[in-house]
């Protein structure tokens, strides 16, 4: 995704306008009150039985076969109509990842880019499931690509991405995964965070239209800016935003 974006405005999030005389600030990173990996006040007080569901969950998912990003499956929608034969690969590797990062996060687990795979599964299997977005040609839906459409391909072109809500649940999961997991994926993956950057926002005209939704983001969001404390704030928006494992 490097050429200019098509595709009208999506919000990322619901959330209330925020009201009161402060303006918001311009950095949506002030608002953001998830703690990342490094924090470990936060993450190792994380109730036991989240800890576990969540733990366990993973270790269900590491042992199936990853979802398959096909451009032959891709091409099915304009082919002969089959929306799920691409869909539901894009669906189940983005729940995978949803489920490997905050597990990863839980574990703390870090290693070097030298270390033997297998040493720390959960953050090694989330980097393949970012990896697999970040080589995908597009991240829109092919039904939803009007671009590749209009010019009666079955093919999508990477200079010239279409914006759709899939493509921004991408890029909301690679901010997610960044924001959380961020030293971590430069010491165990060094040059991933920089390679997804330089796809998502490498064309001007595309930094501006993503710039453009996360200030709307930071506006619209209700969560006070963090005043002060310590960054390892956020305990209670972790305990509701965990996902919940029986």
Known sequence: MTGPVHG?????LDAHDSTGPEKPPADPARRIVVPDVTCRSTWDAVPSGVREGVQSAAAKERARPAPRLLATAWAR????????????????LQERVSLLVP???????LAA????SGDRPHPDAAVDGLVAF????????????RVTAAREDVAPDPDDPFLDLGAAEVAALFAWADHVLGSHLDRRMPGLRASVEHRALDDP??????????????????SPPPRGGSP?????TVKRGLPQHS
């Not at 597990?103 to 687990?109: D, S």
């Not at 970040?134 to 690509?145: G, K, L, V």
């Open 8 to 12: 009208g405005p999506a919000p990322l």
């Open 77 to 92: 929608a304009f082919r002969d109509g089959s929306r799920s034969a691409y869909e539901d690969q894009a669906w189940a």
């Open 103 to 109: 597990a990863a996060v839980l574990t703390g687990e």
């Open 205 to 222: 005209q595309l930094r501006r239209s993503w710039g453009a939704r996360l200030s709307r983001l930071a506006r619209r969001s209700d």
């Open 232 to 236: 390892c704030d956020g305990n209670e």
């Open 113 to 116: 880019s030298s270390a033997a």
């Open 134 to 145: 970040a080589e995908a040609t597009t991240w829109c839906r092919a039904p939803r690509d």
